[in-house]
């Protein structure tokens, strides 16, 4: 890893909001799902959620999808499971949906823990999930068309949840775990290397303060004493 490749990986993590994030609903169209997690990374989103389509099963490979490397990715079963998950976390559960109790999304407090729920283009969230819900919101829209599509309704509001974040200076000091911090500096920067931990289920060597690996040939030495 270079000193440069390092420092824009700094620069990215020092900006990363932990306590928001998106939780896909039956979204399971690939063209989209790449769409969302690249803006998920444009607005500094270190973590996106998943659940499985009811019906069929969902067709994507994660290789496919660009920004995955940067964005963590998390699977759950079922929108009940994603939705207990997050909110035992402290994350406030905002659903895209049109109810009577919807307001538009810019009257929403994104600058709190929150998670964006997002529905399949056709039919919009699940019932279970407007129920698990704790607000509901809407792009007001003028037009003849009822809706816009899952990926541009994710920018649009992404948008103007990174604009209150900035305005309230959640973007101007780090706040990931330091932990977190320093594994993700090392998956970004060593994906091969890291690969191979996951495989063989080993901690990550450590690195220090330039991005480079901490007397790595100990750490190799260590590793082939552990598979002999």
């Not at 979204?27 to 998920?40: D, E, G, M, P, Q």
């Not at 406030?92 to 049109?98: I, P, Q, R, V």
């Not at 810019?106 to 039919?123: M, R, S, V």
């Not at 509001?157 to 993700?184: C, F, P, W």
Request: contains cysteine; charged residues 25%; aromatic residues 10%.
């Amino acid at each position: 890893m270079t000193p440069e490749r390092y420092q824009k990986f700094c620069e990215v993590l020092d900006r990363r909001q932990p306590d928001l994030t998106v939780l896909t609903d039956q979204v399971h169209k690939t063209h989209n799902l790449s769409a969302i997690i690249r803006t998920c990374d444009a607005v500094g989103i270190h973590e996106l959620h998943m659940t499985q389509p009811k019906r069929g099963y969902r067709q994507y490979r994660r290789r496919s999808m660009g920004s995955h490397r940067w964005v963590d990715i998390h699977d759950h079963g079922t929108i009940e499971d994603s939705a207990s998950h997050l909110q035992k976390r402290g994350f406030k559960l905002l659903a895209a949906h049109f109810s009577p109790q919807s307001i538009p999304f810019y009257q929403a407090d994104f600058t709190e823990p929150c998670a964006i729920i997002l529905g399949a283009e056709k039919d919009g969230i699940s019932p279970e999930a407007a129920k698990l819900a704790d607000e509901h919101i809407i792009i007001p829209m003028v037009g003849q068309v009822a809706s816009f599509n899952v990926s541009v309704a994710a920018a649009i509001i992404l948008v103007e949840a990174q604009r209150q974040r900035a305005e309230k200076g959640l973007y101007n000091s780090r706040r990931l775990h330091e932990d977190v911090y320093r594994k993700t500096l090392f998956r970004w920067g060593y994906p091969e290397l890291t690969r191979y931990c996951d495989e063989r289920d080993l901690d990550y060597p450590e690195i220090d303060d330039n991005g480079q690996l901490v007397n790595p040939s100990y750490w190799y030495s260590q590793v082939r004493k552990a598979d002999l």
